[in-house]
């Protein structure tokens, strides 16, 4: 059974930092593209970075460049996003995606409210 279990999220005051985790089971995860996408309220689901498969390459929204880093963890099949300097508009539900050929996985998704 394919699973992907975010944990992490939470209530971080602007400049705080969080670091969002990703655990993968059920599918080889050493293959996968692995990216973080949100989505806040009344808002399209957005890309917001993506690492690929031996973590030699990344990229990131423009909106996170520079404050937010992804790495993975092939042994522990675990990646993650490490977010610095949060700001209220990086507010929402943050979700891990696995994509590779044609599969393409989803997790449930952590809140992350960045407010004082």
């Known amino acids: 059974q394919v699973q992907l279990v975010e944990s992490g999220g939470g209530l971080v005051q602007p400049g705080g930092s969080l670091r969002l985790s990703c655990v993968a089971s059920?599918?080889?995860?050493?293959?996968?593209?692995l990216r973080w996408y949100r989505q806040a309220p009344g808002k399209e689901r957005e890309l917001v970075a993506g690492?690929?498969?031996?973590?030699?390459?990344?990229n990131y929204a423009d909106s996170v460049k520079g404050r937010f880093t992804i790495s993975r963890d092939n042994a522990k099949n675990t990646v993650y996003l490490q977010m610095n300097s949060l700001k209220p508009e990086d507010t929402a539900v943050y979700y891990c995606?696995?994509?590779?050929?044609?599969?393409?996985?989803w997790g449930q998704g952590t809140q992350v409210t960045v407010s004082s």
């Open positions: 995606n696995a994509v590779w050929l044609g599969s393409r996985y």
């Open positions: 059920g599918f080889t995860f050493s293959s996968y593209v």
């Open positions: 690492i690929s498969y031996n973590g030699a390459s990344t």
